[in-house]
């Protein structure tokens, strides 16, 4: 049979394993992959319905008195924890109050926050090697005693860095926790992509603190071989300009020093919310649940725990009265995508191209490839079936059957073949949800002409 025909009937294979269409459709739009959260002030009352006006089906919570208003809401509970020297008692700290969070409804544990900041490690600087020995310690706590609770790293301040040190840049932190093994140790990476004063779609760089920063993380764990794991993004939002309601600020006073250059209108508010929301929704297939900051620390009372001017009040989408600002009418409003918070099948492939000649006739490995859950955090098990055509090599794989996160070896059998280009095709298949999931890998062996050495085999 010559190389065309052999081609051909590979083909006609093909499209009887499972439809070239079904392999390789590329929707515009990404199935949907966000929660819809949202932070809740522990120092002030709220109505549980108004969460559900937003159309919110998180919520992130600080305290356990707050965790029984909101049964039919899934729970982001942050649990701080600074430097200790026994990380022992670490992680006999998170194994305790993993199972009492667990059994109150909590979904998923944010270990601590900001980390890469002075304010959230004083009295020391902040590091990424100390603070992944607390997030490892915290993560084996929290698995000993409840398995399925989502583990998030604490939410990544954007940042540059100062001379200081008091403030290290975000993607230099996430880099340096991942070269210390945080990559083990969390079942989500915690980011706060806060748009400052840009608009969300302006572009991502290394010297400029936007919405979209969010992408230089993804691209720094994808670099560290993190490919399966989602971000959530723990808190985001722009700030609302303080002089809209009668409030006088500015960088000369000590609680928004900093903030000034940040101040949005509510029109320009309420509109890059909604329009990060879409953004995300569209273009970041790899991001989870995003928790706005947030609906009511406008709210508190002043005094000392938080000043008139306290820049977390300006983030608020109630007003000091309790009324709705535009951006919380806008945000309750617009269209959302909930997630269906299961795992999804993704593979990661080598070149999965093998170029031999008859002389290295046998048994060689094309390449590999990783079978990985790129959604909602959890597992699932993935069936290998490879499809060996009867004029061309036989498919080996190794293992028949793997985890998700695991890898699978791929080989041929090239004995007796004639010279030309065969077609590889390989099945991965996965249960996830009570629903089939299928999903192809394909490699080529190409046989170059000739039977005499032409190097290693």
């Not at 025909?5 to 070239?20: H, Y």
């Not at 515009?28 to 319905?49: Q, T």
């Not at 004063?197 to 919405?211: K, Q, R, T």
């Not at 490995?365 to 699932?380: E, I, L």
Request: glycine share 8%.
């Amino acid at each position: 049979m010559n190389r065309n025909l052999r081609f051909l009937w590979w083909l006609v294979v093909v499209g009887m394993v499972a439809p070239w269409g079904s392999a390789h459709a590329q929707p515009n739009i990404p199935a949907p992959h966000l929660g819809y959260g949202i932070h809740l002030d522990p120092n002030v009352p709220v109505d549980p319905a108004l969460v559900d006006v937003l159309g919110m089906d998180w919520v992130k919570l600080y305290a356990d008195g707050q965790i029984p208003q909101f049964p039919n809401k899934r729970i982001l509970f942050r649990e701080d924890m600074r430097w200790r020297e026994d990380l022992g008692s670490v992680e006999q700290h998170f194994a305790s109050r993993a199972a009492q969070l667990w059994s109150q409804g909590v979904d998923a544990i944010e270990v601590h926050n900001e980390p890469n900041l002075w304010i959230e490690w004083e009295p020391r600087l902040p590091n990424a090697r100390e603070y992944t020995q607390i997030l490892c310690a915290a993560y084996r706590g929290i698995k000993s005693t409840v398995p399925n609770m989502i583990v998030v790293s604490g939410g990544l301040a954007p940042t540059v860095t100062t001379p200081d040190l008091r403030a290290i840049t975000d993607v230099d932190f996430a880099r340096d926790m991942l070269a210390a093994g945080a990559g083990n140790c969390f079942d989500a990476f915690g980011y706060h992509p806060y748009g400052f004063n840009a608009p969300p779609e302006a572009a991502p760089s290394i010297g400029v603190l936007n919405f979209r920063r969010a992408e230089l993380i993804h691209a720094t764990l994808q670099e560290a071989g993190i490919f399966g794991k989602q971000i959530w993004l723990t808190e985001f939002g722009w700030l609302r300009d303080p002089a809209e309601d009668g409030v006088a600020c500015s960088d000369a006073d000590p609680e928004f020093a900093g903030f000034g250059w940040m101040r949005v209108d509510s029109n320009t508010q309420a509109d890059f919310l909604v329009r990060a929301f879409g953004y995300a929704d569209r273009n970041w297939e790899w991001a989870g649940p995003m928790f706005l900051w947030n609906l009511n620390f406008s709210m508190r009372a002043d005094d000392i725990s938080l000043a008139a001017c306290s820049h977390q009040r300006w983030f608020g989408l109630l007003r000091r009265d309790g009324s709705a600002t535009l951006a919380l009418e806008r945000v309750a409003a617009m269209p959302k995508r909930y997630a269906q918070y299961l795992p999804t099948l993704t593979i990661y492939a080598d070149e999965m191209t093998l170029e031999t000649t008859p002389f290295c006739a046998g048994r060689q490995q094309v390449g590999s490839f990783q079978v990985a859950n790129t959604g909602y955090p959890g597992s699932f098990s993935a069936q290998i079936q490879p499809a060996s055509a009867p004029f061309g090599p036989r498919v080996e794989v190794t293992p028949a059957q793997v985890q998700s996160g695991g890898a699978v070896a791929v080989f041929v059998d090239t004995s007796g073949l004639e010279s030309g280009l065969y077609l590889l095709y390989i099945n991965v298949r996965a249960s996830i949800g009570g629903q089939d999931t299928l999903q192809n890998v394909r490699g080529f062996v190409i046989i170059q002409d000739g039977d005499g050495n032409t190097g290693n085999c």
